[in-house]
T-cell receptor
Framework: SQQGEEDPQALSIQEGENATMNCSYK?????LQWYRQNSGRGLVHLILIRSNEREKHSGRLRVTLDTSKKSSSLLITASRAADTASYFCATVPGGGSNYKLTFGKGTLLTVNP | DAGITQSPRHKVTETGTPVTLRCHQT?????MYWYRQDPGHGLRLIHYSYGVKDTDKGEVSDGYSVSRSKTEDFLLTLESATSSQTSVYFCATTREGMNTEAFFGQGTRLTVV
């Protein structure tokens, strides 16, 4: 069963615009992670944010976490055509079971040149 | 790709035959995972390993078995392949469970006819 659910399912923007993807989850978490998957490739880790953190940055990526709303967002600023990919959020449950990374179904981002 | 190699990369097999997929890592990571990715389902955990000879089930383990006789190798076996097991299979590794980033292989596309 999916823990994280991304929204929207698909997003199409122009190069240079910002892209925002959201993730909602149902139960308490230890951490939340975002991954990117280019077509036909494996997943690549982007950012990990722990439950006691509210915001993290990595280059053009900004991730926020609101545990009261059980939601996270991924912001990609000044998007490039190379950012075209599927983006997945994944959660690790709280409570000590730190082996299960549960993925959502992903957001397909298309950045048009 | 953190030194993760999946083999084979593509395989077509007949219903009822046994199939073994191999994941090989050179990072000496303790934890290894097998996921399957299907349209509309995201990635779902099949089995994982937390050390040599230590394995446990994920959320979609029926019809699959795993073995880990060495740190670097994690094998996924479909005892008697069915068409519902047609999927893309990904191996992942982490140093310390899922409280750190996961590294993914490039995937194995399996078709059961």
């Amino acid at each position: 069963s999916q823990q994280g659910e991304e929204d929207p399912q698909a997003l199409s923007i122009q190069e240079g615009e910002n892209a925002t993807m959201n993730c909602s989850y149902k139960t308490s978490i230890n951490n939340l992670q975002w991954y990117r998957q280019n077509s036909g490739r494996g997943l690549v880790h982007l950012i990990l944010i722990r439950s006691n953190e509210r915001e993290k940055h990595s280059g053009r990526l900004r991730v926020t976490l609101d545990t009261s709303k059980k939601s996270s967002s991924l912001l990609i600023t000044a998007s490039r055509a190379a950012d075209t990919a599927s983006y997945f959020c994944a959660t690790v449950p709280g409570g000590g079971s730190n082996y299960k990374l549960t993925f959502g179904k992903g957001t397909l981002l298309t950045v048009n040149p | 790709d953190a030194g993760i190699t999946q083999s084979p990369r593509h395989k077509v097999t007949e219903t009822g035959t046994p199939v073994t997929l191999r994941c090989h890592q050179t990072e000496n990571h303790r934890y290894m995972y097998w996921y399957r990715q299907d349209p509309g389902h995201g990635l779902r955990l099949i089995h994982y390993s937390y050390g040599v000879k230590d394995t446990d089930k994920g959320e979609v383990s029926d019809g699959y078995s795993v073995s880990r006789s060495k740190t670097e190798d994690f094998l996924l076996t479909l005892e008697s392949a069915t068409s519902s097991q047609t999927s893309v299979y990904f191996c992942a590794t982490t140093r310390e469970g899922m409280n750190t980033e996961a590294f993914f292989g490039q995937g194995t596309r399996l078709t059961v006819v």
